[in-house]
């Protein structure tokens, strides 16, 4: 009887007065990772640049550092899901735009029904996969509509908001996250933390770990953290001293 007073009590406490001590808002607890590592790495109130943030809470890598005190930039180009983000997050920039992935300054944004925005892409490919083949989780799904947006550089934004850098970089665009990496100055910029997403599907169902993106951090001097299957976590070693190397 004891025991189960106290349980109830532990649990009525945190859920009042600690709401958010080991919530998870990602989709597989990126967020809950991320947050012990920054706790390693000493930052306490990190900051972060959310690259295709998609909804400002739900499936959110930066909501709960953003509830913990953190702060920065969400960039999104779905202008429904960007008001919505600012009336959320009014600690945060939202910049409703995408990430170029190549020279273009402008390129067609894939936007399917409101409950499915975690597939809005830029990929003509990633759209015509969801419409023709889909999965068996999710199945498949019409676009809705197609919007001409905007593509700012990554470096320029990091240049104009962050000194010296983000603490985290978290990248989710749906087919483009390669090419969004591959045009980082790491002369310039050198984030603690990155969170990619590394899972992809491919025809007839299958899903396929695209270990291109975790082969590139290595000559940049990055290491994996944790693996989520979706998410990849990567680390700076100059920013974890007590990592052996």
């Given at each position: 009887?004891?025991?189960?007073?106290?349980?109830?009590?532990k649990?009525i406490?945190?859920?009042?007065?600690?709401?958010h001590?080991?919530?998870?808002?990602?989709?597989?607890?990126e967020?809950?990772i991320?947050?012990?590592?920054f706790?390693r790495?000493?930052l306490?109130?990190?900051?972060?640049?959310?690259?295709?943030?998609?909804?400002p809470?739900?499936?959110?890598?930066?909501?709960r550092?953003?509830?913990r005190?953190?702060s920065?930039v969400?960039v999104?180009?779905?202008?429904?899901?960007?008001e919505?983000?600012?009336?959320?997050?009014?600690?945060?920039?939202?910049?409703n735009?995408?990430?170029?992935?190549?020279d273009?300054?402008?390129?067609?944004?894939?936007i399917f029904?409101?409950?499915?925005s975690?597939?809005?892409?830029?990929?003509?490919?990633?759209a015509?996969?969801?419409?023709?083949?889909?999965n068996?989780e999710i199945?498949k799904?019409?676009?809705?509509?197609i919007?001409?947006?905007?593509?700012?550089?990554?470096?320029?934004?990091m240049g104009?908001h962050?000194?010296?850098?983000?603490?985290?970089?978290?990248?989710?665009?749906?087919?483009?996250?390669?090419?969004i990496?591959?045009?980082?100055?790491f002369t310039?910029?050198?984030p603690?933390?990155?969170?990619?997403?590394?899972?992809?599907?491919?025809?007839?169902n299958?899903?396929?770990?695209?270990t291109?993106?975790?082969?590139?951090?290595?000559?940049?001097?990055?290491?994996?953290?944790?693996d989520?299957?979706?998410?990849t976590?990567?680390?700076?070693?100059?920013?974890?001293?007590?990592?052996?190397?």
């Open positions: 009887m004891g025991f189960s007073i106290k349980s109830q009590a649990k406490l945190t859920s009042v007065f600690f709401p001590v080991r919530r998870s808002y990602s989709q597989s607890g967020d809950i991320i947050s012990d590592l706790n790495l000493n306490k109130e990190p900051t972060y640049l959310d690259i295709g943030s998609n909804d809470v739900s499936l959110n890598n930066t909501y550092l953003y509830l005190g953190g920065g969400c999104e180009p779905n202008p429904v899901l960007c919505k983000i600012k009336r959320k997050r009014k600690k945060d920039i939202c910049i735009a995408g990430i170029a992935f190549d273009r300054k402008e390129a067609d944004f894939y029904p409101e409950k499915f975690g597939l809005n892409t830029f990929s003509k490919e990633e015509d996969f969801w419409e023709q083949e889909g068996q199945g799904h019409k676009v809705e509509k919007a001409k947006m905007n593509l700012l550089d990554i470096n320029e934004i104009q962050f000194s010296p850098h983000p603490n985290l970089v978290s990248i989710d665009v749906e087919g483009f996250d390669f090419q990496l591959k045009r980082i100055d310039r910029f050198q603690e933390v990155f969170c990619i997403e590394t899972l992809g599907f491919i025809e007839n299958r899903e396929i770990k695209k291109e993106i975790i082969d590139f951090f290595i000559p940049h001097q990055y290491f994996v953290y944790a989520t299957y979706i998410n976590i990567f680390c700076r070693k100059e920013s974890y001293p007590i990592l052996k190397h």
